[in-house]
């Protein structure tokens, strides 16, 4: 189908935007520009590939790539950004492979579409542990190509937008996630324009009651907020016209709403109670004109003190810049203007975005310079710190505190700025120079006089850290430094500077736990350097100072060896203490039953045995069985396979005895067979565990081999069911055991005369 008969034919189903149906239009002319062709082109493939599909809504799902891609393309995306976004759900929703976009459209594209199509694979709102992974793989995906992001926030923007054909508990979901996840994404890239609308969409179905109402509040007061609009625009134009400061922009708008509702939740404060629900935005063409206009605007209103922040001087990691002031208006009412110049505002509506070189003609531009990539030091931040921890739940709270909390902006003597985490510490400034530097950290000195190591420092401290050479961290920092780099510091320092000391209190916690029977040769074994890489440490010094650390559990590597040994030697038959199997005990000529010594109720004078196919014990469900042999009656457990093979005129009801007469205790052989971990003495401890209760052994073997579990043998006798349970448990309760199962059909006799 030809881009005229798309536009013609598929109207009524799907607005084409004004500039893609330009682009349709004339790409036959196109061979000469790359960049507008290879957008056609990705239209033309997603459409083809979409049709026939549709949203929730009902509408054709090519309505959703447009939209995405639109959105890219008013961010001054590239054409392989635009392409992407047209294409980011073809490999999930449809048969194409990557190596197929890769073909038709470039590697760039390619690899575009794959870091969208694994994001889009995440749950974020599930375990921490799961949490912590999504991050870690999101921001390699950053790391790789920062468009990988901007396409996916682009996406869950429309998705956003249209959320309301979802079933409501879908709706909060999405909306949380993107609350914590992605509204904080696009404001640290200073994609303003996606923040605030994601932010306000995600108020809209998480608080409906509240938006709603401030909503309505907003609309009511619409005619008075305008007219004191007005005013102050005439106000702040006639000044900067006097100071022939040359306007590109000045105007006033509403604040978001989730900024309105933030601030009442802050300030504890009603509607009504909060004025400064608009805000003015002045744009001039030089950074001078900035600090003019600035004098200006405190000329013709008050300046309210401790409201000034000067972004251009001290730009926001985001990279975003501009004069913020709060100024009391003319009714008293606070009023917030900002003040920047148009290569400024490009930066707070498009973040990295506005620095994406498209151009009409010619190819695209879209490698960011070493200088700009520098202003992300937070996502190389990120990258680093998730190399240093392996817990998650900290892992986790180093990422939401960077992405929610504001920075705090401090000097080094030099003059240097450096950006820390708010509630940050000189501690956290020194391991921020240099680990070196924190480790031999003596003091430090805050605005020239010695400062307590663990006060917060503030906007503007300048910081200096003396050191000494025999100075080193304290365990005590831990308390209060809050950046994962420092903490990892740290600890990584105690570690290295206490490594005997942890190696042994590491050597005499799994001691404890495994026993010391063999217990060198165990460090030694094969098994131990498997767990040791699994727990990912390179030798079993290194497994054993972090285990008497506390960086790892002794559980954790009892159960990584339990692991090994199944997998060196699998279990044939997994145990199930509710479908146990048990050996037979034949027993005949007992006493007939009166006075009731006999252990089975309804053979009484008859002779019988226990069938060595079921080989029931006492406390299970019995059927008795009348032999051809002179063997008389065989006693079966209920749901032997072995009874649906007998006719039922030689079926007979029988039970066990629970009255037998005292002294008549009897037992039955009972075979089971344990794997356990083959150290020396673990086959003592089980025969010294079943002495305790006097549980008799009647036979015993045992059977090792290399780099397998031990396979132990055992007959015992059981007085019933009960009994062999506890002595399950008791087995089982034991460090060393990976699996314990009765025996069926045992090679000993079936039948023990009475």
């Known amino acids: 189908m030809t881009a005229i008969s798309i536009i013609e034919n598929r109207s009524n189903e799907v607005q084409l935007p004004q500039w893609l149906q330009e682009c349709l239009i004339d790409q036959e002319s196109l061979e000469s520009d790359s960049d507008a062709l290879l957008i056609c082109q990705a239209f033309n493939f997603a459409y083809q590939l979409h049709e026939g599909q549709t949203r929730k809504s009902g509408e054709p799902y090519i309505a959703h790539p447009i939209a995405v891609a639109s959105l890219l393309r008013s961010l001054g995306g590239d054409s392989v950004t635009i392409a992407a976004g047209f294409l980011h759900d073809v490999v999930e929703d449809t048969d ?16 575009l579409v794959e870091g969208v199509t694994k994001l889009s694979k995440f749950n974020f709102s599930s375990t921490t ?7 870690r793989r999101m921001f390699l995906a950053m790391a790789t190509d920062i468009r990988v992001i901007v396409v996916k926030l682009a996406d869950r923007l429309h998705n956003m937008r249209t959320l309301e054909h979802l079933k409501p508990e879908k709706q909060k979901r999405i909306s949380q ?22 932010e306000d969409l995600c108020f809209k179905y998480l608080e409906p009651e509240a938006y709603d109402e401030i909503k309505s509040l907003i609309a009511e007061r619409r005619a008075d907020r305008e007219a004191r609009i007005a005013r102050v625009t005439e106000t702040l134009r006639s000044g900067l016209k006097n100071q022939k400061i040359e306007v590109v922009e000045l105007k006033g708008r509403p604040k978001h709403l989730y900024g309105i509702y933030q601030k009442m939740q802050r300030q504890q404060k009603e509607f009504s109670q909060i004025y400064d629900i608009a805000a003015f935005r002045i744009i001039v063409k030089t950074n001078e004109e900035c600090y003019r206009a600035l004098a200006v605007v405190h000329d013709a209103f008050t300046p309210i003190p401790g409201r000034f922040k000067d972004y251009i001087g001290l730009p926001k990691p985001n990279r975003y810049q501009s004069l913020h002031t709060t100024v009391v208006g003319t009714n008293g009412r606070p009023i917030e203007i900002q003040i920047r110049t148009k290569e400024m505002h490009q930066v707070a509506e498009y973040g990295i975005a506005a620095h994406w070189k ?22 190389r931040q990120l990258l680093e710190w998730q190399k240093d921890l392996s817990d998650a739940q900290e892992y986790m709270e180093s990422v939401k505190d960077n992405l929610f909390e504001d920075d705090v902006y401090v000097f080094t003597p030099d003059g240097d700025v450096v950006a820390l985490a708010h509630g940050a510490t000189p501690v956290d400034f020194a391991y921020r120079i240099h680990s070196e530097i924190g480790n031999h950290m003596k003091g430090a000195r805050v605005n020239g006089r010695w400062s307590v190591l663990s006060k917060p420092l503030e906007n503007g401290d300048i910081v200096e850290i003396v050191t000494q050479k025999n100075s080193h961290p304290s365990l005590d920092w831990l308390n209060f430094v809050v950046s994962p780099t420092a903490r990892n510091r740290i600890r990584q320092w105690y570690k ?17 736990e495994m026993g010391k029977s063999g217990f060198d040769s165990l460090l030694k074994s094969e098994a131990m350097q498997i767990v040791t890489q699994r727990c990912n440490y390179h030798s079993v010094e290194d497994l054993l100072s972090a285990l008497g650390y506390g960086e ?32 037979s005990h034949p027993n005949s000529n007992y006493e007939k039953y009166r006075g009731g010594n006999s252990p089975i109720i309804g053979v009484e004078g008859m002779l ?77 401890d089980i025969l010294a565990r079943l002495s305790d209760r006097g549980i008799n052994v009647r036979n015993a073997g045992v059977k090792t081999g290399r780099n397998k579990p031990a396979l132990i043998s055992l007959s015992l006798d059981i007085r019933d069911r009960q009994q062999l349970e506890y002595v399950f448990q008791r087995i089982k309760s034991m460090s060393d055991i990976l699996n314990i199962r009765r025996v069926m059909n045992s090679n000993s006799s079936n039948s023990v005369e009475h």
């Open 96 to 111: 194409v492979t990557p190596e197929e976009i890769e073909e038709r459209f470039g590697v760039q594209v390619r690899l």
């Open 129 to 135: 542990e799961r949490q912590a992974e999504n991050f």
């Open 177 to 198: 996630e993107t609350r914590e996840i992605f509204a904080p994404l696009a404001n640290r890239l200073g994609i303003g324009r996606f923040k605030w609308e994601l």
């Open 358 to 379: 498209y151009k009409e003609t010619g190819s695209s531009n879209v490698a960011i310079s070493s200088e700009e990539d520098s202003k992300f030091t937070w996502l």
């Open 496 to 512: 290295l500077s206490h490594r005997d000391e942890n190696i042994v209190r590491g050597k005499e916690l799994l001691e404890k």
């Open 552 to 583: 790892i559990t002794q559980n954790h590597v009892v159960n990584r060896l339990r692991d090994v040994a199944r997998e060196q030697q699998p279990v044939e038959t997994e145990l199930k203490t509710e479908e146990v199997e048990i050996p």
């Open 608 to 684: 019988y045995h226990l069938a060595g196919c079921c080989k029931p014990l006492p406390g299970e469900s019995i059927i008795g069985a009348v032999t051809l042999s002179s063997r008389g009656i065989s006693i079966h457990g209920q749901g032997c396979e072995n009874i649906d093979k007998i006719p039922g005129e030689r079926i007979i009801p029988v039970s066990w005895n629970e009255q037998t007469e005292d002294g008549k205790n009897f037992t039955y052989p009972v075979d089971i067979q344990i794997e356990a971990m083959d150290r020396v003495g673990v086959f003592k």
